[in-house]
């Protein structure tokens, strides 16, 4: 079974600033996707970002960015000129690729989450 | 971002008062997907539904639990008879159609209060 561990229970950072968290995860899988979830206190899940795991390009969107090390199965978020409406926590996503009858592997793993806040 | 919709937005219950959770994914799609998070911690799986069928389960979703599609688009979850522990934020999820990655995108969420 698949693993995702976020070793960052909580992070802070200045407006501004950069701010990277880490996720690492556990698979014998060679295709998969990784996902990263921002949830605000509102509890809404949104997606932030995606990575397949056979593009050796890493994603970007906008100020969001990801560093995905394939050999040491590392999935970090590297957010950019972090603003206030970044405060959220962050959940990294493990989601299998292997195709088989009913779609049953697409399920997403979750880590536990980094709780980012973002200082003025 | 593609929508997903559920209902009730909040819920509060008695112990052992059986609920209905309610949720309308992406539209002609045929993967739906719930999941739960107990506050506090993280996101769990609970059941995907795929053509009409369950597809998998995880060892939560025991035999109080049950999904259904009953008029082809709206998607529930029922908890038969509701315990202390099942006071949870309950999530339904729905890939994209046609996008590669199948995505899930994530409803706003139920938030169930069992007392």
């Known amino acids: 079974a698949q693993t995702v561990t976020q070793s960052q229970p909580e992070m802070s950072v200045q407006e501004a600033e950069t701010v990277t968290l880490s996720c690492t995860y556990d698979?014998?899988?060679?295709?998969?996707?990784l996902f990263w979830y921002k949830q605000p206190p509102s509890r809404q899940m949104i997606l932030v970002i995606r990575?397949?795991?056979?593009?050796?390009q890493n994603a970007t969107e906008n100020r969001f960015s990801v560093n995905f090390q394939k050999a040491a199965k590392s999935f970090s978020l590297k957010i950019s000129d972090s603003q206030l409406g970044d405060a959220a926590m962050y959940f990294c996503?493990?989601?299998?690729?292997?195709?088989?009858?009913?779609?049953?592997?697409?399920?997403?793993?979750f880590g536990k989450g980094t709780l980012l806040t973002v200082n003025p | 971002e593609p929508e997903v919709t559920q209902t009730p937005s909040h819920q509060v219950t008695q112990m052992g008062q059986e609920v209905i959770l309610r949720c309308v994914p992406i539209?002609?799609?045929?993967?739906f997907y719930w999941y739960r998070q107990i506050l506090g911690q993280k996101v769990e799986f609970l059941v995907s539904f795929y053509n009409n069928e369950i597809s998998e389960k995880s060892e939560i979703f025991d035999d109080q639990f049950s999904v259904e599609r009953p008029d082809g688009s709206n998607f529930t979850l029922k908890i038969r008879s509701t315990k202390l522990e099942d006071s949870a934020m309950y999530f339904c999820?729905?890939?994209?159609?046609?996008?590669?990655?199948?995505?899930?995108?994530f409803g706003p969420g139920t938030r169930l209060l069992v007392l």
């Open positions: 990575q397949e795991a056979y593009k050796q």
């Open positions: 999820a729905s890939p994209h159609p046609g996008q590669s990655g199948e995505t899930q995108y």
């Open positions: 539209s002609n799609h045929l993967y």
């Open positions: 996503a493990y989601r299998s690729a292997n195709l088989n009858s009913g779609g049953s592997n697409y399920k997403l793993t």
């Open positions: 698979t014998s899988e060679s295709d998969y996707y």
